[in-house]
Each structure stands twice: as structure tokens, then as C-alpha cells.
């Protein structure tokens, strides 16, 4: 069992939804830091440009950054050797932020504690090796599919139909 009190979280990726895992992960009692493309003077969270250094000095890392040419692959050997043995890897942004192939060769070595997973390098195509750990969470990546991000969407959709203009429109 893995208690999430007093323990400390390394963002990788502090944009909307990075901040927004941040504060939910604050009211558990979590310590953040962040890494990003650049640091946001307006955050109390440590900002920390490498992502190794992120990853020494932090007990778990989050990944909720997009992926770009800068960001494939990322999280690599020597990141999930800074976490160490006890770390814990979360991926919520896009797979191939993550050297997956490193990924399993560490949890299956036990040189990372774990990993929670809901994108994949290959999807729909997750490594077979992952279904078998008992350290490892995966879950669809569904998270938008809830009945109020429905109603957002709907909501949005409607207020932006209702601003066009009434005449000579085909929708």
C-alpha cells in the first residue's frame, strides 16, 4: 500500500491540467514541484529545469505534459533511475512521453516501485508485459468521458451556435 500524505509529487508539465492534478494532489497533503518549457514566476511550487533533478527530489512523478519533439521520450532510463527503487511513475498525457520499453524493463527489475497508466506509447497497443505486474495500474484513457464534460460540451456547443448570425448561415 502506497499512503500519499506527506509525500512529494514532481509535475512534469505544469499547463491546465498539470496544475490542475497539483492542487488535487495538495489537499492529500503532497509537496509539488514542477518541471515545464519554462518557469512560471507566478507559482509557488519549486521549479526545477531538469527533469532528472525533478525526478532525484521527488517520491513520484506525474506526467501531464504534451508531447513534442523536445518531449518524446523524456522520461527515459536515467529519469526513472533518478526516481529510484520507490518511485512511483503516473502517466496522464500522451504515451510516448515515456520510454516505455524502459518503462516495463524497471518495473520488472523492480528499479521503480510502480507506474499508473492511461495512454501508452502504441496505442491502442499496450506492452503484454504490463498486464502481468502487480505493481502497475492501467486505466482507460476515458477521463473526458463523464457525464458533465458531456453537458460542458453540449453547453459550449450550443453557446457558440447561438452567437452565429441568424442570416444566410448554413450549418
Not at 510502480?114 to 505486474?133: I, M, N, Q, R, Y
Request: charged residues 25%; contains cysteine; glycine residues 10%.
Amino acid at each position: 500500500m502506497i499512503f500519499l500524505g506527506g509525500k512529494r509529487v514532481g509535475n512534469v508539465g505544469l499547463g491546465s491540467i498539470g496544475y490542475e492534478a497539483a492542487k488535487r494532489l495538495e489537499a492529500f497533503g503532497r509537496s509539488i514541484s514542477y518541471n515545464s518549457r519554462r518557469e512560471k514566476p507566478c507559482e509557488s511550487y519549486p521549479f526545477y529545469s531538469d527533469v532528472c533533478e525533478l525526478a532525484a527530489n521527488n517520491d513520484s512523478l506525474i506526467i501531464c505534459c504534451a508531447l513534442t519533439d523536445q518531449t518524446h521520450h523524456l522520461i527515459n532510463k536515467q529519469v526513472f533511475s533518478a526516481l529510484g527503487r520507490e518511485g512511483v511513475n503516473v502517466n496522464v498525457g500522451r504515451g510516448a512521453v515515456i520510454d516505455e520499453k524502459e518503462l516495463v524493463r524497471c518495473l520488472v527489475h523492480g528499479e521503480i516501485r510502480g507506474a499508473g497508466l492511461d495512454v501508452f506509447e502504441d496505442e491502442p497497443h499496450v506492452p503484454k508485459e504490463l498486464f502481468g505486474l502487480d505493481n502497475v495500474v492501467l486505466s482507460p484513457h476515458i477521463a473526458a468521458f463523464t457525464p458533465e464534460s458531456f453537458q460542458t460540451g453540449n453547453d459550449v456547443t450550443v453557446r457558440n451556435f447561438s452567437m452565429l448570425p441568424k442570416d444566410n448561415v448554413t450549418v
